[in-house]
């Protein structure tokens, strides 16, 4: 019911004091007001259909499931040293909002330089087949680092190990998409190998197609080690897409607003960007991201009128520049 409907477990919850005076046996299995502290990590699971967000809490060992009311926090990443204040069954929060999580100590961002990267192929049990070989995925990971540097101004690039298919001991349909004992059975197939897991900072799974899965690609926004896994189809698409999550970056929506330029009742797309890899298609990620990397930055002394706004952003877009950003009612050129 907590995933499905956390508001109306934080609308039903006991206060603290009837529920302590409650048996042992009895108070376990009630929900309960609590304070929590730990490590916050924030997935994607992207589908064309009810893509999502999921947070969990990992403390004492355990992953807690955050599931918000409304309004879930967008600035926070995998990794955020957090407290959380909820409504707890078992490992299930109920949670109001983005103001119920308190970042206590965030990670540094690591967007700079060599990221040593583990790729595992991973089929299942009772189905071993390899849609595609070792060298397509090796060839396919030499496209993302690529990539990566196409949009770091040559500051950013995979160096990537790949391990060739691995069969874990599960079966491809029946794992209720339980993405977590996916990743960990590969974990242990590559250790078997010889990997030593903490050598990478960004690890993926790429497995063959779950369809119980209904996700394309799965990805952690931030963390370290970041983790990405994908389903089915090996592509750029799908692996700069979730690695741009890895990055700490989010969607690329869009605004469809009618008639009018902006309103009060515009339709948000969630992959609405057409032209960015982390919205519709494999192109770059677009100028917000420009941050996470170091280049130039101007701020355009004009008014954010769309006639003078198209002739200056033609004048200013030179050289490595390549998009333009509101920032409070001030223009920049990156
Ligand atoms: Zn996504």
């Not at 609590?34 to 924030?42: A, F, P, S």
């Not at 089915?232 to 698409?237: A, V, W």
């Amino acid at each position: 019911m907590i995933e499905s409907d956390p508001s109306a477990v934080l609308a039903v919850a006991l206060p603290s004091l009837l529920r302590q005076n409650m048996p042992a046996r009895t108070r376990n299995a009630i929900e309960e007001h609590v304070d929590m502290d730990g490590e916050l990590e924030v997935l994607h699971e992207d589908r064309v259909q009810g893509s999502r967000f999921v947070y969990k809490l990992k403390a004492f060992g355990l992953d807690y499931s955050l599931n918000f009311k409304k309004n879930p926090p967008t600035h926070l990443n995998s990794g955020t040293r957090v407290r959380v204040r909820g409504v707890r069954v078992n490992t299930t929060l109920a949670l109001d909002s983005a103001a119920s999580v308190q970042a206590m100590a965030a990670i540094a961002p690591n967007t700079f330089g060599e990221q040593r990267t583990l790729v595992i192929l991973v089929n299942f049990r009772n189905n071993t087949s390899q849609p595609y070989n070792v060298g397509y995925a090796t060839n396919l990971f030499n496209s993302t680092s690529n990539f990566f540097l196409e949009n770091s101004y040559g500051q950013t690039f995979l160096s990537t190990t790949m391990l060739d298919w691995k069969t874990i001991d599960m079966d491809a349909l029946s794992s209720n998409c339980d993405y977590n004992l996916i990743a960990s059975k590969a974990d242990t197939a590559a250790t078997s190998a010889g990997v030593t897991l903490s050598n990478f900072r960004r690890k993926v799974y790429a497995f063959l197609s779950a369809s119980d899965c209904g996700w394309w690609g799965l990805g952690s926004v931030g963390g370290n080690p970041s983790r990405a896994s994908i389903n089915g189809s090996l592509q750029l698409r799908v692996a700069g897409h979730e690695m741009g999550h890895n990055l700490e970056l989010w969607h690329s929506h869009s605004l469809d607003c009618g008639a009018v330029v902006l309103g009060g009742t515009c339709a948000v797309g969630e992959y609405g960007d057409t032209v960015d890899i982390l919205g519709a298609t494999a192109n770059h990620y677009n100028a917000l991201p420009a941050p996470l990397w170091t280049i130039g930055k101007e701020q355009v002394a004009i008014r954010p009128k769309l006639s003078l706004f198209a002739g200056a952003a033609r004048r200013h877009m030179t050289g490595a520049r390549r998009g333009i950003q509101f920032v409070n009612g001030k223009i920049f050129v990156r």
